[in-house]
């Protein structure tokens, strides 16, 4: 009986033991399954991601071309734009021309008119009176001409300042007058020694020891026969002389002071020591020195050139 019990309970602990080593194979098989799932999902994950990024250069493209595309139709339409404005402009300085023209001969055929009622009107005096003195009749005054300046046409100036970017700020008005009168088609829209004005459009001191100052100006108006008139033209740049050598100069110096001051205190090692402390100075010397300014003297004679034609109308 003894027997037949630790049989069965061999059995048992058989079983049993092989049961347990069943479910641990499946788990670890499970466990596998779960990782190899897990780097698949990681691997879809950054695929997704990938084509995303893929997805938003492509469309940040296609944005761009847009853009693009959008901006060279504007462009067209503004050429043509300015197109049919300048043969709108020439087609109604035809007609203003055509209609003073027209007025000129209309007065011009009046006058002649009255003329000859004043002197054959009426019946002729008797004998021994005198005939009434006829009364002259004025030309009429010329019509108004407009006159265009065409783009590109050179504008003369003498400057009566001097300027400078220690001075001057960016949007700053100054004064000037003409160098040569402004002359089209023979006709003389602004003499020599009109008005003139002009504005800063950039007044740079420059970087310290790199860059040099820049003076940009350009002319805003002119006096002429007929008024002051509103001008837009090209710009004149004046630049500064580079301060560089003066700045390489100025460093040996504060080198060679140092190296004598520590070979005074220290020998050798002292003046080696002292050269490093003078290059030092001598560069943040540099460093805290502005360069020279950008000047344009009083008296300058300077060229411009219009960017966009002008009207002038002469009485």
Aim: net charge positive; hydrophobic share 35%; charged share 25%.
């Amino acid at each position: 009986m003894m027997r037949t019990t630790i049989c069965v309970l061999a059995a048992a602990a058989v079983f049993a033991f092989t049961g347990c080593k069943k479910d641990t194979a499946s788990e670890a098989q499970t466990q596998q399954q779960l990782e190899e799932t897990q780097k698949k999902l990681q691997e879809a994950e950054r695929e997704a991601a990938e084509a995303r990024k893929q997805l938003e250069d492509a469309q940040r493209e296609a944005e761009q071309a847009r853009q693009k595309q959008e901006m060279e139709e504007a462009r067209k339409k503004l050429e043509q734009a300015q197109r049919q404005a300048d043969a709108a402009r020439k087609k109604l300085v035809e007609t203003q021309q055509k209609a003073a023209q027209q007025k000129e001969t209309q007065q011009q055929t009046a006058a002649g008119g009255q003329g000859l009622v004043s002197s054959s009107g009426g019946s002729s005096p008797a004998s021994g009176e005198s005939s009434p003195a006829t009364t002259a009749v004025a030309p009429p005054p010329p019509a108004p001409k407009p006159i265009t300046v065409p783009a590109g046409t050179p504008i003369v100036i003498r400057t009566t300042t001097a300027l400078s970017t220690k001075e001057a700020k960016n949007g700053d008005r100054f004064q000037a007058t003409l160098a040569e009168p402004l002359v089209v088609d023979g006709v003389t829209l602004a003499p020599r020694g009109a008005e003139v004005e002009g504005v800063i459009v950039e007044s740079d001191p420059g970087g310290r020891v790199k860059g040099v100052a820049q003076l940009s100006i350009a002319l805003r108006s002119i006096r002429t026969v007929s008024g002051n008139v509103e001008i837009r033209t090209d710009a004149h740049v004046a630049e500064a002389k580079s301060s560089v050598k003066k700045d390489v100069t100025r460093g040996a110096i504060m080198t060679g002071v140092g190296a004598a001051i520590g070979a005074i205190a220290g020998g050798g090692k002292g003046a080696a020591v002292g050269a490093g402390v003078g290059a030092g100075a001598g560069t943040a010397t540099a460093m805290a020195t502005r360069g020279e300014p950008a000047t344009i003297p009083a008296e300058s004679v300077l060229t411009f050139r219009l960017k966009s034609p002008v009207t002038v109308t002469v009485k």
